[in-house]
């Protein structure tokens, strides 16, 4: 079991940046795949940005050049730094983690991020 907390959701200018962070509750080894996902409104819940192993990282395409998933194993976080938001961007983020045994997934809360001028 692992439970994840994510932070850093808000209101972000378009053209901005903005930064969300999500804490696991033990390691975060090479057993496990991270991840972020989003949720529009009246839309399916859609892969952002997986990174396994703190290296091999994979993107949606609407994301590409834009966000970039991190990981500190040290502090069990993940991170996704989103830059040059739009305002399709705005959605519920949820941090995933994907244990890679029995291919069970363990998810965060979510945090809003809405894009807006």
């Known amino acids: 079991q692992v439970q994840l907390v994510e932070s850093g959701g808000g209101l972000g200018q378009p053209g901005g940046s903005l930064r969300l962070s999500c804490a696991a509750s033990?390691?975060?080894?090479?057993?496990?795949?991270m991840g972020w996902y989003r949720q529009a409104p009246g839309k399916q819940r859609e892969l952002v940005a997986q990174?396994?192993?703190?290296?091999?990282?994979n993107y949606a395409e609407s994301v590409k050049g834009r966000f970039t998933i991190t990981t500190n194993s040290a502090k069990n976080t993940v991170y996704l730094q989103m830059n040059s938001l739009k305002p399709e961007d705005t959605a519920v983020y949820y941090c995933?983690?994907?244990?890679?045994?029995?291919?069970?997934?363990?998810w965060g809360q979510g945090t809003q991020v809405t894009v807006s001028s």
């Open positions: 995933n983690a994907r244990r890679l045994l029995d291919i069970r997934d363990f």
């Open positions: 033990r390691s975060i080894s090479s057993i496990y795949v």
């Open positions: 990174i396994i192993d703190g290296s091999v990282t």
